[in-house]
Structures are given as C-alpha cells and as structure tokens.
C-alpha cells in the first residue's frame, strides 16, 4: 500500500493563481481530510471528510475549496492565491472503524506564494 | 473551544537525560488525546494515545483530567528522539484533530 500520497511536493504560485493539491488514499479510509502546518501554529484544520460526497469545514476553510467525489481521492483547491496561503500542506486520512483514532498523513505539499 | 497549548518551541537535552514535553489542554467533555512526533525528513505519525496507556519508544503519557495535562515523559533520552513533537485532542465523536503548535525537541550527543 502506498498509503496517502499527495502531489505535487512543492509548488510556488503567483497571487492570484489557482490550482489544486492533490491527495490520495488507498486504504479505503472514510476519513479524510487537510491540514496546514505554519511555524508557531501547528497544524490547522482547513477541511475534512467523513465520506465520498460529504465535506465540511475546519478551523481555517477561507480561500479553500474542496470536493469528495470518491473514496480514494479529497483534493484541495486554492481559488486565488495570497501569501497567507503560503504553507506545508499536509492531507490525512483514518478508518471509521476500530482504530478510526489513528490519522495517517501524507508527505506534505510545500507552497509559496508570491 | 478545544485548545491545546505546548507552552516550549524548543527544547533541548543531553543523552540519558530525561525528558518531559508538556501539553496542557482546554476541553470541556472528555478528550481523547494523543502524541504525534515526525522525524525528519519523515511524515506525521501516531507516537501514542491516552486511552491506550502504552509505552511506546520508551515513552509514555499520562492524562491528567485536574491539571488538563498530557506531558509526554521519557527516562533517558536517546539521540534518535530528535524530532517535532505534536500534542493533539480530539473531541467526542469528532475525528478532527486540534493540534498544540508543537515542540522541537533536540537530543545532544
């Protein structure tokens, strides 16, 4: 198992630009959801999901978008980029089973905006 | 509000020394807490939970519900401790994590 993958690693961005972080899982996880990890502040939840068609928002969900149209797969879409926006982008995932405790993250996403 | 507070950015110990990182938390059910440590040049990952009550790596937590602590302790640090460290609650029924903003902690040779 590959776990939860998310690409691109780094990404640097114009203000203004958009894209997507992408995050997959194949652990067959109902859970999933996006963190950002800013020096000082720990991570922050911007979005997460309990399930394919089902998301909500966290702590931090302004200039933030998402969608869950499988189980496998919660991108996460910037609609116009700020330097505030500048962050590591870290996508977890958990089973809503036994262990539905236990987050597993992926290797993170490093953006710059400028 | 849920809250966790890591009140030290850094820390810093000599090998074999003990070592204790301090989570305090703001909750008011009964939260499920845990201990996230990521290592460089590696991802997030589960150190240990309350509930579980293990010693995992040589360390160990104990949920104190009157001081609303969670310290993460350890007899003898070893150098391959050297990491971030993350306190996390999770509030009933939640699934989402509310971090604390984390501890670096450096073990020295």
């Known amino acids: 198992n590959a776990g939860v993958t998310q690409t691109p690693k780094f990404q640097v961005l114009k203000t203004g630009q958009s894209m997507t972080l992408q995050c997959a899982q194949d652990?067959?996880?109902?859970?999933m959801s996006w963190y950002r990890q800013d020096p000082g502040m720990g991570l922050r939840l911007i979005h997460y999901?309990?399930?394919?068609?089902?998301?909500d928002q966290g702590e931090v969900p302004n200039g933030y978008n998402v969608s869950r149209s499988t189980t496998e797969d919660f991108p996460l879409r910037l609609l116009s980029a700020a330097p505030s926006q500048t962050s590591v982008y870290f996508c977890?995932?958990?089973?809503?089973?036994?262990?539905?405790?236990?987050?597993?993250f992926g290797p993170g996403t490093r953006l710059t905006v400028t | 509000a849920q809250r966790v507070t890591q009140p030290e950015k850094l820390l810093s110990v000599f090998k074999g020394a003990p070592v204790e990182l301090k989570c305090n938390y703001s909750?008011?059910?009964?939260?499920?807490l845990f201990w996230y440590v990521q290592y460089s040049r590696q991802r997030l990952q589960l150190l240990l939970r309350h509930i579980s009550r293990e010693s995992i790596k040589g360390f160990t937590a104990d949920l104190n519900k009157g001081e609303t602590s969670f310290h993460l302790k350890k007899p003898f640090a070893q150098e391959e401790d050297s990491a971030m460290y993350y306190c996390?609650?999770?509030?009933?029924?939640?699934?989402?994590?509310?971090f604390g903003q984390g501890t670096r902690l450096t073990i020295n040779p």
């Open positions: 977890a995932s958990s089973s809503t089973g036994a262990k539905m405790w236990e987050q597993y």
């Open positions: 909750y008011s059910g009964s939260p499920e």
């Open positions: 652990m067959n996880h109902e859970y």
């Open positions: 999901s309990v399930g394919a068609g089902i998301t």
């Open positions: 996390a609650l999770n509030g009933k029924g939640a699934q989402k994590l509310v």
